[in-house]
């Protein structure tokens, strides 16, 4: 009886420790092969079966260095690197990397009818990023000599697929119309890839402002980017900018941007971009006959040469 006993519990072991074996997970007992081969080959001391085990494991690395279809690539969700960070536009995080920081440099010349290159103006922008989903930024204008904007604010990251969205708010100090307003600036964001690779197209980047000693502003812009190689960005950007919540002909104004983008390395970026102040600039008054009169809409220009560094 008590040999029956002794088998049958030594049966049930045998089954508990068989089961044990095949219902361990794989991925989480290959993970660790390789630190605990590396143990036993220190504690065993003997050359002939370290080389053994260096031979045998190599089959087990060639299995881990190949890619799991069901898996995200390694870099979603902007997980790069300083060494890995893209060069294409479409392929960045709209926040920086942890530790990445990157400066804009640019300067912008008058192109307006009648004063073609007769006053300058500058512009320096900077951010950090804090950690891969959220960054810190500043930005500091002087349009055609006069102080025009300085700001200071976070973006951070709320999703990375199949849209990038993130939000955006700044604490933001402007002249317009030879008055100075602060306020807050609040944006939401987002690239949506068309065409992998190729085209996208951008929302929100702003959205409106509360503005301290004024009524907000109602600011929603949208963008194109266009590559049609890695190296090279076609850009096209518009605001629609509707003064005081108004909606009214005389508070409205679209400025737009666009221009190209060369990327010779991941770390700097050159750009020449075409600004107009308006497109619909309102009327100052009437002709003889009766029509509108004033500036059209291509008659405020600006060239703008800007030089992206990141480090």
């Given at each position: 009886?008590?040999?029956?006993?002794?088998?049958?519990?030594?049966?049930?072991?045998?089954?508990?420790?068989?089961?044990?074996?095949?219902?361990?997970?794989?991925?989480?007992?290959?993970?660790?092969?390789a630190?605990?081969?590396?143990?036993?080959?220190?504690?065993?001391?003997?050359?002939?079966?370290?080389?053994?085990?260096?031979?045998?494991?190599?089959g087990?690395?060639?299995?881990?260095?190949?890619?799991?279809?069901?898996?995200?690539?390694?870099?979603?969700?902007?997980?790069?690197?300083?060494?890995?960070?893209p060069?294409?536009?479409?392929?960045?995080?709209?926040?920086?990397?942890?530790?990445?920081?990157?400066?804009?440099?640019?300067?912008?010349a008058?192109?307006?009818?009648?004063?073609?290159?007769?006053?300058?103006?500058?512009?320096?922008?900077?951010?950090?990023?804090?950690?891969?989903?959220?960054?810190?930024?500043?930005?500091?204008?002087?349009?055609?000599?006069?102080?025009?904007r300085?700001?200071?604010?976070?973006?951070?990251?709320?999703l990375?697929?199949?849209?990038?969205?993130?939000?955006?708010?700044?604490?933001?100090?402007?002249?317009?119309?030879?008055?100075?307003?602060?306020?807050?600036?609040?944006?939401?964001?987002?690239?949506?890839?068309?065409?992998?690779?190729?085209?996208?197209?951008?929302?929100?980047?702003?959205?409106?402002?509360?503005?301290?000693?004024?009524?907000?502003?109602?600011?929603?812009?949208?963008?194109?980017?266009?590559?049609?190689?890695?190296?090279?960005?076609?850009?096209?950007?518009?605001?629609?900018?509707?003064?005081?919540?108004?909606?009214?002909?005389?508070?409205?104004?679209?400025?737009?941007?666009?221009?190209?983008?060369?990327?010779?390395?991941?770390?700097?970026?050159?750009?020449?971009?075409?600004?107009?102040?308006?497109l619909?600039?309102?009327?100052?008054?009437?002709?003889?006959?009766?029509?509108?009169?004033?500036?059209?809409?291509?008659?405020?220009?600006?060239?703008e040469?800007?030089?992206?560094?990141?480090?």
């Open positions: 009886m008590l040999g029956d006993r002794s088998r049958l519990l030594r049966l049930a072991l045998l089954g508990l420790t068989v089961f044990a074996a095949v219902s361990w997970p794989t991925k989480h007992y290959r993970a660790h092969a630190t605990s081969g590396d143990d036993d080959d220190d504690s065993g001391g003997g050359g002939d079966d370290s080389g053994k085990g260096d031979d045998g494991g190599g087990g690395d060639d299995d881990d260095d190949q890619a799991d279809p069901d898996q995200p690539a390694v870099t979603a969700g902007g997980l790069f690197t300083k060494a890995t960070y060069i294409s536009a479409l392929d960045r995080p709209l926040t920086l990397i942890e530790g990445m920081t990157e400066i804009r440099l640019g300067g912008t008058d192109l307006s009818s009648g004063d073609e290159f007769g006053e300058f103006g500058a512009d320096v922008y900077a951010r950090y990023g804090i950690q891969d989903n959220l960054e810190v930024r500043g930005d500091l204008g002087l349009d055609l000599n006069n102080f025009t300085a700001s200071v604010g976070l973006e951070g990251a709320l990375y697929d199949p849209f990038a969205v993130d939000f955006r708010g700044s604490l933001l100090i402007q002249n317009y119309a030879n008055k100075t307003y602060v306020g807050v600036n609040m944006g939401f964001p987002i690239r949506y890839l068309v065409k992998p690779g190729m085209v996208a197209v951008t929302a929100f980047e702003s959205f409106f402002t509360i503005n301290f000693n004024g009524h907000p502003d109602f600011t929603p812009s949208l963008g194109v980017i266009v590559t049609p190689a890695p190296i090279v960005s076609i850009v096209a950007h518009a605001t629609l900018v509707d003064n005081g919540f108004h909606t009214t002909a005389s508070d409205l104004a679209i400025p737009i941007s666009a221009g190209f983008q060369l990327t010779p390395m991941n770390k700097v970026d050159i750009g020449l971009l075409l600004l107009l102040g308006n619909i600039p309102p009327s100052t008054g009437m002709d003889a006959m009766g029509n509108p009169t004033g500036p059209g809409p291509l008659d405020a220009r600006e060239l040469l800007y030089l992206n560094l990141r480090f």
